[in-house]
């Protein structure tokens, strides 16, 4: 390669946050979201007036109030995170003499996909790898993500090359890295309790149309607790933010939690592997809405388990990704 131009670049992309923790700005990043057919298929006839005049009048500022406690001195908890592992991967690309630009972007809001394209194009970058930050695919994430990418570049003259990544939701150093976390929280607690796996819900219909995101959280919940040595009656799958009255994914977190309590399991610890940073809905409704759950339904210890976030574990599978996926252009690194 010609001295100082990258190898090749990275786009890490989450989901979004809005800019800021006020009605204004989640009201601007919920419009964005949740008129995305990917994420809310109805017919539009029928849901944009439900959103128009009922959700975006009624949501944004209750929202922005759960925001304003999670939100970090530096910005959203999802922004920040995902920065601050970009750098801690990027650090040890530079440790090994690799020219690997990273950047962040959100497939809703901003930083947006367009602009971390422009960002890795001004830095000489003219192939890059697409790393959803969702280990288990869904046509709710992952593929939005695919169709930002390509609608972001339609009306460009000269496209990168590209590689997408598609999930790693059976990778081994992703399970390792989520079976060290919990062997990190049992030690620091002094004691193993129950675990709950729970993942962000989707409608059921979306499954029965062909989506894999069931069957890919089944395998990481069953893998970990193999890596753990758990037997059955220690943990238990659940997904949770089911919205509206259409049936979602089951089983439901909250009645999961009440269903534990009167079991008899009092002592809980809950971890969400679909989240690679932590974000609003870890921060606020696993760790203080769903404890309220179990603890009003006779639960007595219960402690969320962080997300991966920007550990050492969680640096190691995303530079192995990375690598992995970018062997036809440095086949010699």
Avoid at 92 to 98: G, I, Q, R, Y
């Amino acid at each position: 390669m010609t001295e100082n131009k990258p190898d090749f670049g990275v786009l890490l992309i989450n989901l979004g946050t809005p800019d800021a923790p006020t009605a204004n700005a989640v009201k601007t990043y919920l419009r964005e979201f949740l008129s995305d057919p990917r994420v809310v298929d109805l017919n539009p006839l029928i849901w944009k007036p439900i959103l128009n005049l009922v959700i975006l009048n009624i949501r944004p500022k209750k929202v922005a109030e759960l925001y304003k406690k999670a939100w970090f001195e530096d910005g959203s908890p999802l922004l920040v995170l995902g920065k601050r592992l970009a750098q801690k991967v990027g650090a040890n690309f530079d440790d090994e003499n690799l020219n690997i630009p990273l950047v962040n972007a959100m497939t809703y809001g901003t930083p947006s996909i367009a602009e971390g394209l422009d960002d890795l194009r001004k830095q000489g970058v003219d192939k890059v790898v697409i790393l959803p930050m969702y280990p288990q695919f869904s046509g709710t994430t992952t593929a939005a993500v695919y169709d930002a990418v390509f609608k972001a570049l339609s009306k460009s003259s000269d496209w990168p090359s590209l590689h997408f990544i598609r999930d790693y939701a059976n990778h081994p150093l992703y399970i390792k890295a989520l079976a060290n976390s919990v062997r990190n929280q049992w030690e620091a607690q002094g004691e193993q309790r129950h675990l709950l796996f729970s993942y962000h819900g989707i409608p059921k219909r979306y499954v029965s149309n062909g989506d894999p995101y069931e069957k890919h959280c089944n395998e990481t919940s069953k893998l970990v607790a193999e890596e753990l040595g758990l037997n059955e009656s220690q943990w238990t799958h659940s997904y949770q933010s089911r919205f509206g009255r259409e049936e979602w994914l089951k089983p439901y977190a909250d009645e999961t939690l009440k269903t534990l309590a009167q079991n008899g399991i009092k002592s809980l610890n809950v971890i969400s592997p679909a989240f690679a940073v932590d974000c609003l809905e870890t921060l606020e409704e696993i760790c203080f809405e769903l404890k309220e759950v179990f603890e009003e339904a006779g639960g007595e210890k219960y402690d969320y388990i962080p997300a991966l976030n920007d550990n050492d574990d969680h640096v190691a599978l995303y530079r192995s990704l990375i690598l992995e996926n970018s062997s036809q252009w440095c086949p010699d690194k």
